[in-house]
């Protein structure tokens, strides 16, 4: 266990509509990343929020928007769902947003219809 | 994008010492060699970091060449369980591009 958790475990979401993903990292880790993994890919970089503000981002368009809170908790939110947006939402929470081991929740498994 | 070559599959005899290479020649100054793996659909999991020097914890040594442009992942007595997908990583501020990574079966 990572103590990095994620809710909820299975969501199956219709196209078009939007979907809010969220991640409790573990204890006193102020540095929380997303990713995107599908099936029989390596994950995918979305995004990093570092004390609260968006400190990096990957190749994925605006509807793809994130938040991190004060106790720095975090949310993934995808609007305009797509089937291709179908996949395990992974994030990963570090004690300093520097080089450091990062620890990954078991992820949101995600299914557009 | 990955900045990262690894091969696709790798076997081990379990007990034996696992070496799983990856190639990163592009890799910048600043720049840290990660490795990860996934068992099944679960999380990745932290295996070990470096810089430049070489590191050996509890679970694996990470060797990596002088000129950093390719590193070795080593398991020193393979089990059933290190049968995982291993991911080598470049990157910094925990912002990680990972490629398709080493399938690795250890065989009874």
């Known amino acids: 266990e990572t103590g990095v958790t994620q809710s909820p475990t299975h969501l199956i979401k219709t196209r078009g509509q939007q979907v809010t993903l969220r991640c409790s990292s573990q204890s006193g880790h102020n540095t929380v990343s ?13 995004f ?28 993934l939110n995808v609007n305009a769902l797509e089937l291709d947006d179908s996949a395990l939402y992974l994030c990963a929470s570090s004690l300093v947003v520097e080089n450091t081991e990062a620890f990954f929740g078991q992820g949101t498994r995600l299914t557009v219809v | 994008d990955a900045k990262t070559t690894q091969p696709p599959s790798m076997d081990c005899a379990e007990g034996r010492a696992a070496n799983l290479p990856c190639n990163h020649s592009t890799i910048s100054g600043n720049e840290y060699v990660y490795w990860y793996r996934q068992i099944h659909s679960q999380g990745p999991q932290y295996i070990i970091h470096g810089l430049k020097n070489n590191e050996t914890n509890e679970m694996a040594s990470l060797i990596i060449t002088e000129d950093r442009k390719s590193s070795t992942l080593i398991l020193p007595h393979a089990t059933l369980r290190d049968t995982a997908v291993y991911y080598c990583i470049v990157g910094v501020r925990n912002q990680f591009y990972f490629g398709t990574g080493t399938s690795l079966t250890v065989i009874p």
């Open chain 1, 34 to 46: 997303w990713y995107q993994q599908a099936l029989g890919q390596g994950p995918q970089f979305i």
């Open chain 1, 48 to 75: 990093q929020y570092y004390r609260e503000e968006e400190n990096g981002r990957g190749n994925f368009p605006p509807r793809f928007s994130g938040l991190q809170f004060p106790n720095y908790s975090s949310e």
